[in-house]
T-cell receptor, first 111, second 114 residues
Framework: QKEVEQNSGPLSVPEGAIASLNCTYSDRGSQSFFWYRQYSGKSPELIMFIYSNGDKEDGRFTAQLNKASQYVSLLIRDSQPSDSATYLCAVRGRSQGNLIFGKGTKLSVKP | KAGVTQTPRYLIKTRGQQVTLSCSPISGHRSVSWYQQTPGQGLQFLFEYFSETQRNKGNFPGRFSGRQFSNSRSEMNVSTLELGDSALYLC?????????????FGPGTRLTVL
């Protein structure tokens, strides 16, 4: 059973701080990794994707991938109240079309 | 470019009925995937279609079925509805079905089974 694990939270950080969201996956053959943000009552919105080991930065967001440890993380710098949402980690394996999602981490950014 | 659209946005059905949900992918996208989202189970994969062919299927009973048309639009059908089928049904499209393709989600259809 291929699994993606995330802490459900809630993770609470003050405005302006760095929020760190973590995700582990069980399938070593996984090739593609995605972070989605989902506001309450809305559908998931793609934030970042990463395929190679190391860091990938996009604005205030940095995704980090360590395939040896089967670990992917998302850092949000200068967190804003508008970042308050559930963050979903998704993994796609080799030759696999569907994404396997973690259950999400709820982030709360306090003003 | 218009995003993924799903119709209807909300549905209320009773047990035993059947329902058909529709999804129109982003223009040019040929792959459509369907997911079910519930508070307890999170997002679970239902099936994926590419060029009118089902490529992959999740672990759901045969009451759940789908299809894709030549214009890439997709429908999913749930027959003999059960209370546990109440969920947000999400459709996602991607350009192709390669492992590096990103999936973009529609707004979802909220199904309530009474």
């Amino acid at each position: 059973q291929k699994e993606v694990e995330q802490n459900s939270g809630p993770l609470s950080v003050p405005e302006g701080a760095i929020a760190s969201l973590n995700c582990t996956y069980s399938d070593r053959g996984s090739q593609s990794f995605f972070w989605y943000r989902q506001y309450s009552g809305k559908s998931p919105e793609l934030i970042m994707f990463i395929y190679s080991n190391g860091d990938k930065e996009d604005g205030r967001f940095t995704a980090q991938l360590n395939k040896a440890s089967q670990y992917v993380s998302l850092l949000i710098r200068d967190s804003q109240p508008s970042d308050s949402a559930t963050y979903l980690c998704a993994v796609r394996g080799r030759s696999q079309g569907n994404l396997i999602f973690g259950k999400g981490t709820k982030l709360s950014v306090k003003p | 470019k218009a995003g993924v659209t799903q119709t209807p946005r909300y549905l209320i059905k009773t047990r035993g009925q059947q329902v058909t949900l529709s999804c129109s992918p982003i223009s040019g996208h040929r792959s459509v995937s369907w997911y079910q989202q519930t508070p307890g189970q999170g997002l679970q994969f239902l099936f994926e279609y590419f060029s009118e062919t089902q490529r992959n299927k999740g672990n759901f009973p045969g009451r759940f079925s789908g299809r894709q048309f030549s214009n890439s639009r997709s429908e999913m059908n749930v027959s003999t509805l059960e209370l546990g089928d109440s969920a947000l049904y999400l459709c996602a499209s991607s350009y192709l079905a390669r492992e590096t393709d990103t999936q973009y989600f529609g707004p979802g259809t909220r199904l309530t089974v009474l």
